[in-house]
């Protein structure tokens, strides 16, 4: 069965340091998407990636994120200047279509900021 | 403010026994509405979606869907303790891409 997959599993960094968290969406799939997941805390979203441009964002995807579909598979997070607040388990899904449509979800990256 | 409320919980339920699981919404646009499991440290996993008031059924879960009072459920019928996980519950009102989440109710069964 396809599903998304996500690298690497665990990111530790040193604050103010970029990290690139990397995905491989479902391979029919159009819609892509970021979510992050604080421990203890609810799921939150990020942005949402349609036809090589972002379709959505929310209020906590600021200038420090950047996303990126460098090639046909792969869909990437930046994130330029890490904080310590941006620890968290970060997850890619992407859908076939968009809004109201299933969301897939990879197995996360968690990303611990020291 | 668009929120997804759910009991934290845990909900405690033997096995065997019928476990229910509710979330309410706060945006009458919300249009799909989505359960996911996740277990401790992983990812969300889908369980059931719902668009349409009234129940929809697979196998030994029940997703239920009232619009008018903003309220979705999740019955689990004949719960086994690998049922033990944290739901959430995640609405997308249609018109956007984002899922707005709940926080999730922690679910235990008891063997």
């Known amino acids: 069965e396809p599903e998304v997959t996500q690298t690497p599993s665990h990111q530790v960094t040193q604050m103010g340091q970029e990290v690139i968290l990397r995905c491989v969406p479902i391979?029919?799939?159009?819609?892509f998407y970021w979510y992050r997941q604080i421990l203890g805390q609810k799921v939150e979203f990020l942005v949402s990636?349609?036809?090589?441009?972002?379709?959505?964002k929310s209020e906590i995807f600021d200038d420090q994120f950047s996303v990126e579909r460098p090639d046909g598979s792969n869909f990437t997070l930046k994130i330029r200047s890490t904080k310590l607040e941006d620890s968290a388990m970060y997850f890619c899904a992407s859908s076939e279509g968009g809004a109201l449509e299933t969301q897939y979800f990879g197995p996360g990256t968690r990303l611990l900021v020291l | 403010q668009k929120e997804v409320e759910q009991n934290s919980g845990p909900l405690s339920v033997p096995e065997g026994a019928i476990a229910s699981l509710n979330c309410t919404y706060s945006?009458?646009?919300?249009?799909?509405f989505f359960w996911y499991r996740q277990y401790s440290g992983k990812s969300p996993e889908l369980i059931m979606f719902i668009y349409s008031n009234g129940d929809k059924e697979d196998g030994r879960f029940t997703a239920q869907l009232n619009k008018a009072s903003q309220y979705v459920s999740l019955l689990i019928r004949d719960s086994q303790p690998s049922d033990s996980a944290t739901y959430l519950c995640?609405?997308?009102?249609?018109?956007?891409?984002?899922?707005?989440w709940g926080a999730g109710t922690k679910l235990i069964i008891k063997p």
């Open positions: 995640a609405v997308n009102r249609g018109s956007n891409y984002q899922l707005i």
């Open positions: 391979s029919n799939h159009l819609y």
């Open positions: 945006d009458r646009g919300s249009q799909s």
């Open positions: 990636f349609y036809n090589n441009e972002i379709s959505e």
